[in-house]
């Protein structure tokens, strides 16, 4: 059977908050605009009960409600939302193509915003207790609503060991799990010597997780040491988990550039190895992962976006029309020695029109054009002939090199 085949300017892949925020950003930019989330619309951060750090809602907000707003937005500058699992990508080539069970989405560009999932234990009962039902994966998210309680840590890299010492500032009394032999830990030497020396800390050396018990909310965690294979049951209110994170790029590999743990690699701007192609959010290689950054992330790879089809569609449908020879002058307009080459680039203009075919180009805010182009030295002339670049001028930019260049 023959897959229903959609056209958009944008798809984005992930409904989290950065998958969100770009959409916002694409849809005011009036981009026909689509977004793919597999399940639940707002990501991993509708799971938290409660976020305090996110700017503008100094009394929080849950992560629902905080979602939903950014979902409300989305839909109000008319980006279309499909729930559905993107089976595989085609990134390569002017047309990118995402497909689903049902439909093959054709678009000029990609936000990979899919996210990630934290890593869990995989012991017994512990799907029942997930993110808002006692087990964590965030202590910036939801150490205030442990205030006084006893909670677990499992886990001794530097992840685990910061964040425990972040709950102490709120817990009564914060465990932690460790499977190494006492006093061995994953974490760097200067979070180590503080954790040990932090009389709120207590650790269980040996031990791994073997059941999580409760009613509706998670009540005890229940370990088991290694050596001897002990049960050692420990009551607490909350647990959480620092055992690592798994990206959402199984389907990438080989077209993406990752690294070794699977995150994307992108550039300030957002961009992937592949032409047309953005990341954002916490499917990148990146310091933080908080709802904060990845609007920050979405922003940016929305507002690229933006620019990456704008700049298509000139180089495309403009500069490199073959009809008539082109002059490309690539300038910086706060570069003193690019604007002192511009009257003499308008006077070829004005002397030849309908002859040749000039576009001026700043780059002070997006080197897109330039990098099309592949130039990298400002100010710089690119002559084209029959739609392709055939010679760069860097020095002696005037009328007499400009057309000698031409004939």
Not at 227 to 237: F, G, H, L, R
Not at 301 to 313: D, L, N, P, Q, R
Not at 342 to 360: A, H, M, S, T
Request: charged content about 25%; glycine content about 10%.
């Amino acid at each position: 059977m023959d897959k229903k085949v959609e056209k958009y300017d944008v798809v984005i892949i992930g409904g989290g908050a950065a998958g969100l925020t770009a959409g916002i950003y694409c849809g005011r930019a009036r981009l026909n605009t689509l977004l793919i989330e597999k399940a639940l619309v707002g990501g991993l951060a509708t799971y938290t009960n409660e976020i305090e750090n996110y700017p503008g809602f100094p009394e929080g907000q849950t992560g629902i409600g905080l979602m939903n707003l950014f979902h409300q937005q989305a839909k109000k500058f008319g980006v279309k939302f499909k729930l559905t699992d993107v089976k595989s990508v085609q990134l390569e080539g002017a047309t990118k193509v995402v497909e689903t069970f049902r439909t093959n989405y054709e678009a000029k560009v990609v936000i990979i915003a899919s996210g990630g999932r934290p890593r869990i234990t995989g012991a017994k009962g512990e799907e029942s207790f997930l993110f808002d039902k006692g087990i964590s994966f965030c202590a910036t998210c939801d150490a205030a609503a442990n205030t006084g309680k006893d909670v677990l840590v499992i886990g001794s890299g530097d992840a685990a060991i910061e964040e425990g010492m972040f709950l102490t500032k709120f817990a009564n009394k914060v465990y932690v799990s460790v499977i190494h032999e006492e006093g061995k830990m994953d974490c760097n030497e200067i979070a180590k010597e503080q954790a040990l020396a932090n009389p709120k800390m207590e650790f269980l050396w040996n031990t791994v997780v073997d059941e999580f018990k409760g009613n509706e909310r998670l009540e005890t965690v229940v370990l088991k040491n290694v050596k001897t294979n002990e049960k050692i049951p420990v009551k607490v209110d909350a647990c959480f988990e620092f055992i690592g994170y798994i990206p959402n790029t199984e389907i990438y590999k080989g077209q993406v550039e990752l690294t070794k743990n699977g995150y994307v690699i992108s550039n300030e701007r957002m961009e992937t190895n592949v032409s047309g192609v953005f990341a954002a959010g916490d499917v990148r290689d990146k310091f933080l992962k908080q709802v904060a950054t990845a609007v920050g992330d979405g922003a940016i790879a929305g507002y690229a976006t933006e620019k990456y089809i704008a700049e298509s569609e000139a180089f495309n449908e403009q500069i490199m029309k073959p009809d008539i020879p082109g002059v490309v002058y690539i300038y910086n307009a706060i570069d003193p020695k690019g604007i002192e080459c511009l009257p003499e680039i308008e006077k070829i203009e004005k002397d030849n029109k309908g002859k040749i075919r000039v576009n001026k180009i700043d780059v002070y805010k997006s080197t897109g054009i330039a990098d099309r182009l592949g130039v990298k030295e400002f100010p710089c002339v690119v002559i084209i002939k029959e739609g392709k670049a055939d010679k760069v001028i860097k020095e002696n930019i005037n009328e007499k090199e400009i057309l000698s260049a031409i004939q």
